[in-house]
DNA sequence: CTCGACTATATCACGACGTGACATATAAAT
DNA sequence: ATTTATATGTCACGTCGTGATATAGTCGAG
């Protein structure tokens, strides 16, 4: 199991889906997944409530590739924090949506 | 092949693939397959070019939904427009890409 | 006139992904 | 005592984007 290069962890997480992009949001403070689901559905105001298969399986993905990483481990908690390229991840994903909301209001009116 | 509800079509479409979106943003204009492909691409500078597969595969699922509908047959060319229930579709995405796009900057800092 | 590049559409197998159901267990509240 | 909330985990299922492959007309360069 070798580290992926940055530019490799780009190609096959960027566009991200909605789903990894919130559980890493929510990383910007250490949580458990369990906090994740609440702390999602917080920020979205009820709209995106995670499943449990959908949490532990993307975390699972995300601690394979490196891009989550263990930041304790409680009894019965195991708590995240994101790895500096999470970080990285991140910072791509976040002008990827910048540019689809550019565009989204560009193109808004004619869908009135 | 019955026609399926607004309700029904946010619940399989939102959240759209960033494939989907562009693809129907691109439609704010009647465009024939491969205009899409080439207009998609200007408008994302290069980053998003849109496969052969991709492309036919979506609009063919839209047309399914009734999102999308023929507007011209010309010779070798199919053009297609958004109907207004493919607008009413955007509008929702738009407004949840607003709120990604609001999340991502009250978080940025933090992945910096 | 011929050859390559571009335009244009279509299909199919493949791998990846999100989801919800199911299972398990503890703790707190009613 | 029983229900609700906390907490994690697995697995089958359907969906999706992708790239390879195929087909065919157009148009300019040499």
């Known amino acids: 199991m070798n580290r992926l290069t940055i530019k490799k962890i780009i190609e096959t997480y960027i566009p991200m889906t909605e789903t990894a992009f919130y559980i890493l949001l929510s990383l910007s403070e250490p949580r458990h997944g369990y906090g994740i689901i609440k702390h999602v559905e917080e920020i979205t105001e009820g709209r995106l409530i995670l499943g449990s298969g959908t949490i532990y399986g993307t975390l699972k993905k995300l601690q394979r590739d490196h891009i989550v990483t ?15 390229l999470g970080k990285q991840l991140m910072n791509h994903e976040i002008e990827r949506l910048k540019e689809l909301h550019t565009n989204a209001l560009k193109y808004e009116e004619e869908f009135k």
């Open 70 to 84: 263990v930041y304790a481990d409680e009894l019965r908690k195991t708590i995240y924090e994101i790895s500096d």
